[in-house]
């Protein structure tokens, strides 16, 4: 046989061994890439899905208000593979405590597909299955833009005398400022001058209900108490104290709000060292917002007030751009997972 044929003869052996091999690798790459983009679109649904059900969990979604029905609808908006879409295997939502120590809401999600395969028929595999999950959390009333803070100062529990510590009882008597805030001090706060601080009387004050008040006087205080202001307080915002004592009107409206069944409240904390004091108007700057809990009206005969037990605090100092969101998602809600 010459050299000729037996090249030839070898290279249709190489031929019929390697085509084959060849033929297998391709294969599994195309089964192992629809697998991948399978499972990029199955955690891109996971993902969204998280991130619907954590912001109807928190109370912030106009729309919807339970989280499975809010993610279910987010992972069907992110087919996973040529149109296929896929519910939630499982929406957990559940309370979460982030690594300053607050409490927010957290929705985990559990998502089941099967990705298609083609070559891998050969060997009897009809579909693979994928889990993916996904865990998003929203930080709500604490630190960023609470909708329902209540109208009153709060001074910084550590810098009381003494100091109060977390889980200790706090008595709330607002005062009338006269020449000066003083840091230890509780002032009841012009929610109108959110609006607009150098001319607050015009503007009106919106409630979460659709109800508004322009009086900025007894009335406007304690529906700021009893209802939620629609305009959300920030971090570094400047808003007028009021310049009347408002104790018992306080502690009427704390009584309505206690009798309603609330009796936790978010406030925000202010920052003593940047007051504006203009003649009789006083500006105070939200340092931070504290979570109080366990609201009770103290009796005259002891003084008079509202006692408190302090739960949490978030200064706006912990953590760039603390309270800069603003709008519809001026509340952070972010994949932690």
């Known amino acids: ?85 896929f519910t939630p295997t499982s929406v957990l939502a559940f309370r979460c405590t982030d690594s300053i120590g607050i409490q927010n809401y957290c929705v985990k999600v559990t998502l089941n597909v099967t990705s298609p395969v083609y070559f891998a028929k050969v060997f009897g595999k009809t579909a693979v299955p994928i889990q993916v999950q996904a865990t998003a959390q929203a930080n709500i009333g604490l630190g960023f833009a609470p909708q329902c803070a209540k109208p009153i100062f709060v001074p910084d529990p550590a810098l009381l005398t003494p100091p109060v510590a977390q889980g200790g009882n706090m008595t709330i008597r607002p005062t009338n400022p006269n020449n000066a805030l003083v840091p230890s001090q509780y002032y009841s706060l012009d929610f109108t001058s ?42 570094g ?49 939200v340092a931070g917002f504290i979570q109080m809990s366990n609201l009770a009206i103290i009796p005259k005969a002891n003084g008079g007030g509202v006692s408190a037990t302090y739960v949490q605090k978030l200064l706006c100092s912990v953590g760039g751009g603390v309270g800069s969101e603003t709008g519809s998602y001026n509340t952070p809600v972010r994949l932690v997972q």
């Open 237 to 285: 915002q400047k808003i007028n104290v009021q310049t009347g004592n408002m104790g018992t009107n306080t502690d009427n409206a704390v009584q309505q709000l206690i009798q309603s069944g609330v009796t936790t409240v978010i406030a925000p904390i202010w920052d003593p060292n940047t007051t504006v004091v203009s003649g009789n108007t006083y500006q105070a700057t």
């Open 194 to 235: 959110i609006l607009n601080p150098d001319n607050p009387k015009p503007d009106p004050v919106v409630f979460s209900d659709g109800s508004t008040s322009q009086n900025s006087g007894v009335p406007t205080y304690t529906d700021a108490w009893t209802k939620c202001v629609a305009t959300a307080v920030r971090c």
């Open 1 to 85: 046989m010459s050299k000729k044929k037996r090249e030839r003869g070898t290279v249709v052996v190489m031929a019929a061994v390697l085509i084959p091999v060849l033929l297998f690798v391709i294969g599994m790459a195309v089964d192992f890439g629809v697998m991948y983009a399978v499972r990029n679109g199955a955690q891109n649904a996971a993902d969204a899905a998280a991130m619907a059900g954590v912001y109807a969990y928190a109370g912030l979604d106009p729309v919807y208000s339970d989280a499975t029905t809010a993610a279910n609808k987010a992972a069907l908006a992110n087919p996973v593979f040529a149109g296929t879409t």
